[in-house]
């Protein structure tokens, strides 16, 4: 991870510009940690952000679609100066899932900043949203004013299980 890059996120320049970030990177390298603090880091500024995940947020979408109000969420959402997307990848989207998520980046595009956290590289993201041309679109509006945070390395939650564990005999556990 570049922690200078996180330090100067931290600033939230990126806000008032209306620029991206996407932290992207195998599970457990700290992706929402990072994500979370510079949301509380835009908290601290007075800037109003939002956090949920991709799940959350389409099923959010998908009840509020069906029940007349989604023009109303859809303007709450780009109302926040920051809104915070998590675990993009983990769900594979159904059609209209993905359109209406598309949407909400579609409608922040150049009037709002997005954080996105995901575990797949961006050739991959046509799986989750299941149409090569909407994730095009999708990528072109989230790129073309992005800082991408690149999380490598291990599982930090692995790395802590086999700590807590201690160590193994050659033999295997003990008897207790």
């Not at 835009?42 to 009840?63: D, I, K, Y």
């Not at 915070?84 to 980046?105: C, N, R, W, Y």
């Not at 009037?111 to 909407?134: A, C």
Request: charged share 25%.
């Amino acid at each position: 991870m570049n922690k200078a890059l996180v330090m100067q996120l931290a600033r939230c320049e990126y806000v008032d510009h209306h620029e991206n970030i996407i932290a992207i990177g195998n599970s457990g390298t700290g992706k929402t940690h990072v994500a979370l603090g510079l949301g509380l880091s835009a908290c601290q500024r007075g800037l109003s952000v939002g956090f949920t995940t991709v799940a959350a947020l389409v099923n959010e979408l998908m009840e509020a679609r069906d029940e007349r109000r989604l023009l109303n969420l859809q303007r709450q959402l780009a109302r926040l100066r920051l809104l915070i997307i998590d675990e993009l990848g983990f769900v594979l989207l159904s059609t209209t899932g993905a359109e209406l998520l598309f949407e909400v980046f579609s409608q922040r595009y150049e009037r709002g900043s997005i954080l996105v956290t995901t575990n797949l590289p961006f050739d991959e993201w046509t799986q989750v949203f299941g149409s090569e041309r909407l994730t095009g679109a999708l990528l072109d509006r989230l790129t073309h004013h992005v800082h991408i945070l690149e999380m490598n390395g291990d599982s930090y939650r692995l790395k802590d299980s086999r700590q807590d564990a201690g160590p193994l005999s050659p033999d295997g556990p003990e008897d207790v």
